[in-house]
């Protein structure tokens, strides 16, 4: 057992925040927007050098569709930071609202612009480290950086680490994983450069969807031994330069800083070896390619889901539910990747899928951004209140930006009714989120 001590210490406390945000990730970035916008003074705490969370620093290549194959369901701020991704990026249609490529340093750019210009203030490579207690809300937070520990206090907090961090530091009841705790595999994204364009759009594509894709030689011969499956998503995301959400890596969690950094250790040499092996197997496209970064941020796919005011369930969604107080649609399709010891010892599984017919898409109740009996937290990323398999939906990039934008104005209401989130006026939400654009019919 390890050895314990007392740690005391006297810190600077900053008051000076109405809503303070942790974690800049899309869910991070839309409620600090939200709530400055709304007229709260808000902090944005990031515990990176860069926003945007998976699709900068973590290199997912690809947007998850904005569409139900009939309209964008992901409105207001999401569909406003899609439309100037695609703007920025000349490849791209104008039109192209699914598995819309992502240029991360663009989308970096797009995130700083989005939080500042609606007077919120961001904080980087600032990490929490302890939550302060009063009851039933949370009084404080110590964070940590280059200048040591310091504590601030706000009247709301926005959970939007991924991880519920603060809300599970604060008491908050969660669940984790499937029912043995086993948690779906995390990937290391990378981009390969000074790949053959035209040979890229015109040999057999490499998504395992495609029986000919050449992944499945790769696996079969056996010669490149750390590639461990089938799993291969990409997307050119700039002249030459491919963007890859391919092989899974088991056994990570996040919330374990030693299992995580294992995980960054195999995942980089996994990315290499997709570099060889494409060389090898797809000459034409990626003989003179070269492994130009790795993300600084592994794919996290599930750890912690808070126990909320409404526990949202799969069943739910596959009835397409209306709820009277849901803060957004959601229609991306269920994708829950299994877990190592659902595909055995080949690793050769991917996911479990269920995806809506064209038109469908459910809600997603404001309840679930509630953690029960804590007052003045809310959640918004992929960390709410859902079981297991609704959160291999509810997980990806869209809907939080568009959860996101939900708790950052409801932050600031709440700040007018005793700080209590929990009484928030859900009608008048969903009129100011109508306002703003966002899709609740």
């Known amino acids: 057992m390890n050895a314990k001590i007392e740690f005391k210490a006297e810190l600077a406390l900053n008051e000076n925040y109405d809503v303070i945000v942790v974690g800049g990730g899309p869910s991070g ?3 600090a927007a939200a709530a400055g916008r709304e007229g709260a003074k808000t902090l944005l705490i990031e515990a990176t050098g860069a926003l945007g969370g998976m699709g900068t620093s973590g290199l997912v290549p690809a947007w998850c569709p ?3 194959k009939e309209k964008i369901i992901y409105g207001g701020i999401a569909e406003t930071v899609l439309k100037k991704c695609i703007a920025g990026m000349p490849h791209v249609k104008e039109d192209c609202f699914d598995w819309t490529p992502i240029d991360s340093e663009l989308l970096k750019r797009i995130y700083y612009d989005l939080v500042i210009d609606n007077s919120s203030d961001i904080i980087f490579n600032t990490q929490l480290s302890a939550v302060n207690m009063s009851g039933n809300k949370v009084d404080s937070i110590i964070v940590s950086n280059k200048a040591g520990l310091s504590a601030y206090k706000a009247a709301v907090y926005i959970d939007c680490t991924g991880d519920a961090d603060l809300a599970s530091w604060a008491g908050a009841q969660f669940e984790k994983g499937d029912e043995d705790g086993d948690l779906q595999p995390a990937t290391h994204c990378f981009k390969l450069a000074n790949v053959d364009e035209y040979a890229y759009a015109t040999e057999p594509t490499l998504h395992p969807a495609n029986p000919k894709s050449l992944i499945y030689k790769i ?19 700039g002249p030459g330069v491919v963007g890859f959400n391919a092989g899974h890596l088991w056994e990570v969690d996040n919330t374990d800083p030693v299992s995580i950094s294992k995980g960054l250790i195999l995942g980089r040499k996994i990315a290499h070896q997709f570099q060889l092996a494409l060389a090898e197997y797809a ?5 003179s390619a070269f492994l130009v970064s790795t993300a600084s941020l592994i794919g996290i ?7 909320g005011d409404y526990y949202l369930t799969v069943k739910e969604m596959m009835e397409f539910k209306s709820y009277e107080d849901e803060i957004c649609r959601n229609c991306y399709f269920i994708d829950v990747h299994h877990a190592q010891k659902e595909v055995g010892t080949n690793k050769e599984g991917a996911s479990t899928c269920y995806r809506f017919p064209p038109g469908k ?5 404001y309840r679930c951004l509630t953690p029960k009996g804590i007052k003045n937290i809310l959640m918004a990323g992929r960390s709410i209140s859902t ?7 509810t997980r990806v990039m869209p809907v939080c930006l568009a959860m996101g934008e939900a708790a950052g104005i409801a932050a600031k209401m709440a700040t007018m009714s005793d700080n209590n989130v929990h009484k928030v006026n859900t009608g008048e939400l969903r009129e100011k989120l109508r306002n703003r654009g966002a899709y609740l019919p």
């Open 283 to 287: 000459p034409k496209t990626f003989a």
């Open 29 to 31: 970035c839309s409620a």
């Open 219 to 237: 696996k079969a011969e056996g010669k490149y031994p750390l590639i461990p499956d089938f799993h291969c998503c990409n997307n050119l995301v």
């Open 387 to 393: 079981d297991r398999s609704a959160q291999g939906s």
């Open 301 to 307: 796919r599930e750890t912690r889901r808070i126990i």
């Open 361 to 365: 898409s459910h809600g997603i109740p």
């Open 66 to 68: 904005f569409t139900d």
